[in-house]
């Protein structure tokens, strides 16, 4: 795999990937966080290679550009960075490693629906973990139950798209969602808000 990809998703999103264990051992960074920050970094000037937009947080700590129409995610999981840059709606993308650790906390983020329909199937377990956190990512506020207030669809092996749908008091929000493989790794991410 390059160090890098960006793929143009379709007319409106942008996905960056980069493999940070690559990228520090490259760069000669030994601490994780600053591999973190400068991959971001890295990877944003590979997403804009002109000029990149100045990054910020909110409160709840969700990034942004600032003076920019765009909307901005980002998640890593070990040696995987993401960012998604989309033009006309907030977005969220997770990459999540596959392991047998989703199995010991499925309850606390999955309904009892969910648990059933995934079974002990990690993949499936971690596809449902991916799509709630970037349906998270995609809201921004804090404050949310994922087990209480979000719910992933029934999805399956042969279709990469789903939904998820995250409800909270008068807040309601379903989005389509899509799913890739990479090597051990699950990416979901917001293709749009479906009103």
Do not use: C
């Amino acid at each position: 795999m390059p160090l890098e990809s960006i793929t143009q998703i379709n007319d409106h999103i942008r996905l960056g990937m980069l493999d940070l264990e690559a990228f520090a051992a490259e760069q000669n960074i030994f601490e994780k966080r600053e591999g973190e920050k400068k991959g971001t970094a890295f990877l944003l000037k590979k997403l804009f290679p002109g000029h990149v937009p100045e990054l910020a947080y909110t409160e709840a700590k969700k990034p942004y550009f600032k003076d920019s129409g765009l909307f901005i995610s980002i998640t890593h999981s070990h040696a995987k960075l993401a960012i998604m840059v989309n033009s006309k709606e907030h977005t969220g993308v997770d990459v999540e490693l596959i392991r047998d650790k989703v199995l010991n906390i499925r309850h606390k983020f999955l309904s009892e629906r969910e648990q059933k329909f995934a079974g002990n199937d990690v993949e499936k377990l971690t596809v449902l973990w991916a799509a709630k956190e970037a349906i998270y990512k995609a809201y921004g506020l804090k404050e949310i139950d994922f087990a209480k207030h979000m719910s992933v669809e029934e999805f399956d092996n042969t279709n990469d798209l789903f939904y998820g749908t995250l409800q909270k008091n008068e807040i309601k929000q379903r989005y389509l969602l899509k799913k890739e493989k990479h090597d051990n790794y699950i990416l979901v991410y917001t293709l749009n808000e479906v009103r």
